[in-house]
């Protein structure tokens, strides 16, 4: 079993009100990075291992060749600056092992200009492994960058789901590069949720798919005034009869999203499908969906659709005829415009989905 | 007591006049059939009793249970005992046919045992789960709207065109819940609801023994009387011979 995290009062109780699960008993294993300091990873599990990024590839001479395997060292500035100095964490769940109880991976800015984080992620053949992210700032913090690399390394035949839900503030930048490998029949389900205030969040993953291999990425973004979201995931269909969905509920409440798809497909009976709704609810503030498609083989199924409105008068007084007030019916509406369907999401993950979504439903609305 | 009294109402819908001068009143365990051609302003007048912030009232005002009701909003009238049936209501993505009736559930205060319990009756325990009205077809659009008025137990029903579109084969299911909704299989003594039905091909009175037929005709209510004589009138000469025929025998009564 694990043990207790021993966490700073402070920062516990901030990353337990943004919704980080600490306790033991409901995970299989946690890790928090403070600042670019690795508090605590805990030691070794029978079915996962869960370490600081710097002790693993001490441990592993063959985790180099996986660090910047997916993501390159040279993608853009961002990467660039997270070359040297930088932490993280490396997490592999074994072959053949079902990892039930999720692993909590939290990352937590605290005084520091910029926290560099590099995280290998390993499904190893046949395995099946459910990782939650929650990234927060300290109260009060008022800038800061969060710049995390992570590479996901989806063996044959395993399942990873991996979700992040970020808490940050309005004074800080984060810039997430991440990408995934997914081989041979192995699925990637990739969800991002982000509900508080953020000065910008510029990312855009990407998952390179091999034969049979299966890609669902979903986003649900909530932009206030103040806040830009600049949020895509590209589905690379290198292998045949891969598949990709992604899946995106953008909300501007005065803030800016762009939020970007892309699906290539390169390979026989490939298919992919790309959905991008947003809801207008002022104003001010923006949202620009800009899906795209690229096929290179002729043999593709892609589509994609996009949408984007206000909430409709009719949905509001429909809710009302029943007795709904104007605000609980709006509320109602919004809420159910982040419901997705996830095809494989495990119930609980849906639950821990739900709960990020109930502890900021009451600004939803008003 | 009347339950309802619409007293010289006229609504406009964006600056056009679509009802005039429309007097209905209606009392408790009463229920009245809506009759009129497509276009009539059937569906506007029970928007605009409703509370639709499209229909605006140019004159006249609505009471209800002896309270002017012209200004409150849709879910004040909710809360004081009105009900409505949409004849085409909208699809609400992510909200569940089970979220919405839980609210009415609190709202008429009945358990959830009884909310299942309608469900099963309606034949809607499949659909509970699914988002409001997205792939219902038109069967399971008016079983569930029924139902959420089972639930939600108010004193006054209207309900448009409840029956269009179900199948045979659950068109006895909408029709005891149509009774059950409007008390009409109690004696007329002890019913307490009241009714507004709209129908435009009247099958509706084999299922419901409605007391009046009303008849809307461009805007207006051009005839008020047994509703089977209506029907037999609309069935015989149309609407326009009824309305002339309704209007003889109003002028003859005046003199």
């Known amino acids: 079993m694990s043990e207790e995290i021993e966490l700073e009062p402070e920062v516990r109780k901030r990353l337990e009100d943004v919704g980080a699960e600490l306790s033991p008993e409901k995970r299989s294993a946690s890790f928090v990075q403070v600042d670019q300091e690795v508090k605590f990873s805990l030691n070794w599990l029978e079915d996962v291992e869960v370490?600081?990024?710097?002790?693993?590839?001490?441990?592993?001479?063959?985790?180099?060749?996986?660090?910047?395997?997916?993501?390159?060292?040279?993608?853009?500035?961002?990467?660039?600056?997270?070359?040297?100095?930088?932490?993280?964490?490396?997490?592999?769940?074994?072959?053949?092992?079902?990892?039930?109880?999720?692993?909590?991976?939290?990352?937590?800015?605290?005084?520091?200009?910029?926290?560099?984080?590099?995280?290998?992620?390993?499904?190893?053949e046949g395995s099946e492994i459910n990782i939650i992210s929650g990234c927060a700032s300290h109260p009060g913090v008022a800038s800061g960058m969060h710049i995390g690399i992570s590479e996901f390394f989806v063996k044959k035949d395993a399942k990873l789901t991996f979700t992040m839900i970020h808490s940050w503030d309005a004074g800080i930048e984060v810039r997430p590069r991440s990408a995934a490998i997914v081989e041979e029949g192995g699925v990637f389900i990739s969800n991002y949720v982000l509900l508080s205030p953020v000065r910008l969040v510029q990312m855009y993953p990407t998952a390179y798919l091999k034969e049979n291999a299966t890609a669902i990425f979903s986003s649900i973004i909530f932009a206030r005034d103040g806040s830009r979201v600049d949020l895509g995931s590209r589905a690379v269909l290198e292998g045949e009869n891969s598949n990709a969905d992604i899946l995106s509920r953008s909300i501007s409440k005065g803030g800016g999203v762009i939020a970007r798809g892309h699906?290539?497909?390169?390979?026989?009976?490939?298919?992919?499908?790309?959905?991008?709704?947003?809801?207008?609810?002022?104003?001010?503030?923006?949202?620009?969906a800009i899906p795209e498609l690229e096929a290179k083989y002729p043999n593709v199924d892609l589509s994609h659709e996009a949408a984007i409105g206000k909430i409709a008068e009719d949905e509001i007084f429909y809710l009302m005829s029943r007795g709904l007030t104007r605000d609980e019916a709006t509320s109602a509406i919004i809420r159910g415009f982040m419901e997705i369907e996830i095809k494989g999401l495990p119930d609980f993950l849906r639950k821990e989905i739900d709960r990020a979504i109930s502890m900021v439903e009451s600004e939803l609305a008003l | 007591?009347?339950?309802?009294?619409?007293?010289?109402?006229?609504?406009?819908?964006?600056?056009?006049?679509?009802?005039?001068?429309?007097?209905?009143?209606?009392?408790?365990?009463?229920?009245?059939?809506?009759?009129?051609?497509?276009?009539?302003?059937k569906s506007s007048l029970l928007s605009a009793i409703v509370g639709h912030p499209s229909y605006r009232i140019y004159d006249g005002r609505i009471m209800f249970k002896g309270k002017d009701i012209t200004n409150l909003s849709t879910d004040e009238r909710i809360r004081m005992?009105?009900?409505?049936?949409?004849?085409?209501?909208?699809?609400?993505?992510?909200?569940?046919?089970?979220?919405?009736?839980?609210?009415?559930?609190?709202?008429?205060?009945?358990?959830?045992?009884?909310?299942?319990?309608?469900?099963?009756?309606?034949?809607?325990?499949?659909?509970?789960n699914r988002n409001i009205n997205s792939g219902f077809s038109g069967g399971e659009i008016k079983r569930s709207e029924l139902l959420q008025l089972l639930v939600l137990n108010p004193d006054f029903i209207m309900l448009d065109e409840p029956d269009s579109g179900v199948d045979l084969e659950n068109i006895s299911i909408v029709g005891d819940a149509m009774r059950e909704l409007l008390e009409r299989d109690k004696p007329a003594?002890?019913?307490?609801?009241?009714?507004?039905?709209?129908?435009?091909?009247?099958?509706?009175?084999?299922?419901?023994?409605?007391?009046?037929?009303?008849?809307?005709?461009?805007?207006?209510?051009?005839?008020?009387?047994?509703?089977?004589?209506?029907?037999?009138?609309?069935?015989?000469?149309?609407?326009?011979?009824?309305?002339?025929k309704c209007l003889r025998k109003l002028n003859s009564n005046r003199k």
């Open chain 1, 51 to 124: 370490m600081g990024i710097k002790q693993a590839i001490e441990k592993y001479d063959w985790l180099k060749d996986y660090v910047w395997k997916a993501v390159k060292p040279d993608q853009d500035e961002y990467t660039k600056l997270a070359v040297e100095d930088f932490n993280g964490y490396f997490i592999r769940a074994l072959p053949n092992t079902k990892v039930e109880i999720p692993v909590e991976a939290c990352f937590y800015l605290r005084g520091v200009k910029r926290q560099k984080v590099h995280n290998v992620i390993v499904a190893d």
């Open chain 1, 263 to 288: 699906i290539v497909g390169k390979a026989p009976n490939v298919k992919g499908h790309l959905e991008c709704r947003g809801l207008m609810l002022s104003e001010r503030g923006y949202i620009h």
């Open chain 2, 1 to 41: 007591m009347d339950v309802l009294r619409v007293v010289n109402l006229g609504i406009e819908v964006s600056g056009k006049k679509i009802l005039q001068n429309v007097n209905l009143y209606i009392q408790q365990g009463q229920t009245f059939v809506l009759f009129g051609p497509n276009g009539s302003g």
């Open chain 2, 81 to 128: 005992g009105m009900g409505i049936a949409f004849q085409n209501p909208p699809r609400v993505s992510g909200v569940k046919l089970i979220d919405i009736l839980k609210h009415c559930a609190r709202i008429s205060g009945q358990s959830e045992e009884k909310v299942y319990e309608y469900a099963e009756m309606l034949n809607m325990v499949d659909m509970l």
């Open chain 2, 189 to 244: 003594e002890k019913r307490n609801k009241a009714g507004l039905i709209i129908t435009h091909t009247g099958h509706i009175l084999k299922y419901v023994d409605a007391d009046y037929g009303v008849v809307l005709y461009k805007g207006r209510i051009a005839c008020i009387g047994n509703p089977y004589d209506i029907l037999e009138h609309v069935a015989k000469y149309g609407y326009e011979g009824c309305v002339k």
